[in-house]
């Protein structure tokens, strides 16, 4: 288990140094105005994930189960799966460059040298539609399998070409957004063409063939995570893009900075997510006790890293990006920490509910959340800005969560990781938001909490037999190694 997450955090941790390292270049070449079109661009491709119907998830589901992952049943449900969202793609695709060709032709957005730009490009766009659809698929595959290193190299290698051929476009070609999202499609297109070459030869697939009996059994377990996908997906995105709308490209450059920095926190629980999935779909309900222990590992390293992680982005954000840009964004992103911390613990219970076959119940909680939300983000960034639009997106994650570990059951998670422990970030952001005596003393006042928190933690926990502690963290990890211990020499 921990080699099949220390292979996700590897993947992950890499697409991180990598928008590290590009996002003060395309800010240096491009500008912020330009970058700021092509992020909202690049939430609009996420978009496209959602018309997947689920088919990722729901081949880990099936390929999972015991005498399901091996011979025909895997190949039918893999190139079924694939065939229907390659159709699927090249006639949404179609249907999108007519409708976007048609609504320019009326009139219905504005003239000028970024809209000449982005209509230039929109032919790749008909190829970004298929190509997103089954790319899912192909790591859905190679993760039922267990083969997490192979699915993540190429997740990096991916990441790296979409993040530097564009960035190498408009510095050797043109700084212009057409070319900027070509070079995005060309590097997605080539690690999914890879992708595929790796599924056929590792999982042994026979030719490929259509059946429709598997048809309805993909589309009853997809169809749900799909929705629950799209609808999230809308909830998660929807900041940058009223933020793009009200306030301009200059500010949502800003916001996404701050975005895509403290969401990588999702690195940990998403690596985690992806082995504990596979593992609890194989059998719900004998695994079930890995999802509470999941919670406290994902707690034990989650709260101090973002806790001492609102003292520090200051200082390093103006090493990064210097100190205009840092005023701007380092406020925003201490907000969405507090909402990012609750994500990450509520990647515990959606693995629950997909795991067991309940997909349709996060769908639904989804599906009440969204106009609530829309509205609420609509009129905070209106009134109070990208600060508004923030708390806003904080709230909807920690109201997520609750509601999530509420009906799971997991009420421990609930009360104590959750809640509970979201005050000792509360107070970290109080001391690095309020204090003005030097990072340095921040950084001390908020070590001296983690303390505080670390002892009673560790004392609640020697309470609770079997429970994973600041104590029992290492031997927890190291149980679950593959690697073997050295004797001493004898």
């Known amino acids: ?290 999802l509470a222990n999941g919670a406290r590992v994902l707690t034990l390293i989650l709260v101090p890293a973002l806790a001492m992680g609102m003292v520090l982005i200051e200082p390093l954000f103006r090493l990064w990006i210097g100190g205009q840009a840092t005023a701007a964004v380092v406020p925003i992103a201490r907000i969405m920490m507090l909402g990012v911390y609750a994500n990450c613990i509520a990647y515990i219970p959606l693995i629950a509910l997909q795991a067991r076959g309940d997909p349709d119940r996060l769908a639904k909680i989804h599906l009440i959340q969204m106009p609530v939300f829309l509205l609420a983000m609509y009129l905070s960034t209106r009134h109070f800005g990208a600060t508004g639009a923030a708390i806003a997106w904080s709230v909807r994650l920690l109201v997520d969560a609750v509601v999530l570990l509420w009906i799971t059951d997991l009420r421990r998670v609930l009360y104590v990781d959750t809640l509970l422990y979201l005050l000792v970030l509360a107070f970290g952001f109080a001391i690095a938001a309020l204090l003005s005596v030097g990072w340095w003393v921040n950084a001390l006042l908020v070590l001296g909490v983690l303390a505080v928190w670390g002892l009673a933690d560790t004392l609640v926990a020697l309470r609770s037999r079997g429970s994973v502690s600041l104590l029992t963290l290492g031997t927890w990890v190291r149980a679950r190694s593959p690697i073997p211990r050295l004797r001493a020499a004898s």
């Open 1 to 290: 288990m921990v080699r099949s997450v220390f292979w996700n955090m590897i993947g992950m941790v890499a697409v991180s140094l990598t928008m590290l390292i590009t996002i003060p270049l395309f800010l240096r070449y491009f500008g912020a105005e330009r970058y700021g079109i092509l992020a909202t661009v690049w939430v609009f491709f996420g978009y496209f994930s959602i018309l997947d119907f689920g088919m990722g998830p729901a081949i880990v589901n099936i390929l999972s189960k015991p005498g399901r992952g091996d011979g025909e049943t895997a190949s039918s449900a893999f190139w079924t799966a694939c065939i229907m969202n390659l159709v699927v793609g090249l006639i949404l695709g179609g249907v999108l460059f007519a409708a976007l060709q048609l609504a320019g032709s009326l009139g219905a957005f504005a003239a000028g040298p970024i809209r000449d730009e982005l209509f230039d490009a929109l032919p790749w766009l008909l190829v970004m539609m298929p190509v997103s659809l089954i790319y899912p698929i192909l790591v859905g595959a190679l993760d039922a399998r267990r083969m997490f290193g192979l699915a993540n190299v190429n997740q990096v290698v991916a990441t790296v070409l979409g993040q530097a051929l564009p960035l190498i476009a408009i510095t050797v070609v043109e700084p212009t957004l057409t070319v900027a999202i070509a070079g995005s499609v060309i590097g997605r297109a080539v690690s999914a063409i890879a992708l595929l070459v790796l599924c056929i030869r590792k999982l042994d697939l026979t030719a490929p063939r259509f059946e429709r009996p598997i048809v309805r059994e993909l589309m009853s377990f997809g169809g749900w995570v799909a929705l629950s996908s799209g609808v999230g997906l809308i909830l998660d995105t929807a900041d940058r893009l009223v933020i793009a709308s009200l306030l301009g490209g200059a500010t949502a450059a800003w916001y996404a900075i701050a975005y895509n920095v403290v969401t990588r926190a999702r690195v940990l629980p998403q690596a985690i997510a992806r082995v504990l999935y596979q593992k609890v779909s194989a059998d719900p309900e004998g695994n079930a006790h890995v």
